[in-house]
């Protein structure tokens, strides 16, 4: 029997100490306009290639090497993309095991915040910049992204509830996660960050949906609650065909190969996000290997 965590809802001590955390840093934000931005004005028209940079172990979590060693991980990885035409490159936190629900914890935002403070610098303006707190915080997500002036958050599900297995999940049990789109959006709007744009994960290869739904219905939630797109699971990205359909930019993700972009292009997605088709190991940026496949893609 799976335990329900009610995680559909932030509380209300934990919308507090985000929006406390926000204010402490506001002298850091970027002071541009707080408004509704939409993909194309962040990205562009043309098809988009995000880099998921999943960064080594953080502070508190088993097998962390010191700040010093992520911050020059980080640095290198980030010199190589530079260089190579990426569009954009989402810094993630898939190596803090067990997962967490909620990073409401002073160090850890403070290491993240730092953290994506450097990736904003050594992007030098060449690429996009944002975060995921895996799986689900796209609170503290938003709070870092706000802080850090970054650029846009993803996050692996936004409206549809998903089950998550201990083993599959690398959490501490397993549970059933509801997501709650419109209280994302109230708390954008209350942090003033509606100028991050929200890639939403939708119909993941890796979680199963408690209730198999229509993705057409999801797309148009996330898109009615503030999403700039739509990050769908490459096995189901198969299943629905052309993004012509939907009304909201649809990113394709989940174990993306070189093979995959030619069908990317040929069905009008607006492009993808991939990590470990860039990696030489885990962790470790291919400059290369990014070249080639953006060949294919441009």
């Not at 962040?42 to 090497?65: C, M, N, S, T, Y």
């Not at 060693?69 to 954009?88: F, P, S």
């Not at 199963?208 to 797309?219: D, H, I, M």
Request: proline share 3%; hydrophobic share 40%.
């Amino acid at each position: 029997m799976k335990e329900y965590l009610p995680v559909e809802e932030i509380s209300e001590s934990q919308a507090k100490f985000y929006s406390k955390w926000v204010a402490e840093h506001k002298d850091l934000a970027s002071e541009e306009k707080d408004t509704n931005k939409i993909f194309d004005e962040v990205f562009g028209k043309d098809i988009v290639a995000i880099a998921g940079l999943r960064l080594l172990p953080a502070i508190g979590f088993e097998r962390h090497p010191s700040f010093e060693h992520v911050a020059q991980n980080l640095k290198e990885n980030l010199v190589k993309l530079r260089e190579t035409g990426i569009d954009g490159v989402v810094l993630e936190s898939y190596m803090d095991r067990p997962h967490r629900i909620f990073y409401d914890d002073k160090n850890l935002l403070d290491y993240y915040f730092n953290l994506a403070l450097i990736a904003k610098k050594e992007s030098e303006g060449k690429f996009r910049v944002g975060i995921n707190l895996i799986l689900f915080d796209i609170y503290g997500a938003l709070t870092i992204a706000k802080s850090a002036s970054l650029d846009f958050v993803a996050v692996d599900e936004f409206v549809d509830p998903i089950e998550c297995s201990k083993e599959e999940a690398n959490f501490d049990h397993s549970f059933i996660f509801k997501p709650n789109p419109a209280l994302v959006k109230d708390f954008q709007r209350n942090i003033d960050a509606k100028n991050i744009i929200i890639l939403a994960g939708s119909n993941s290869n890796y979680y199963p949906l408690v209730n198999p739904t229509n993705f057409e219905a999801s797309a148009q939630k996330a898109n009615l609650n503030s999403a700039a797109a739509v990050v769908l699971g490459k096995d189901n990205a198969h299943l629905h065909g052309s993004n012509n359909k939907f009304n909201i930019p649809i990113l394709v993700s989940g174990g993306i190969k070189c093979e995959d972009i030619e069908w990317i292009k040929k069905d009008n997605f607006r492009g993808f996000l991939a990590g470990s088709m860039f990696e030489e190991k885990l962790g470790v940026i291919d400059a290369k290997k990014v070249i080639d496949v953006l060949k294919v893609l441009k």
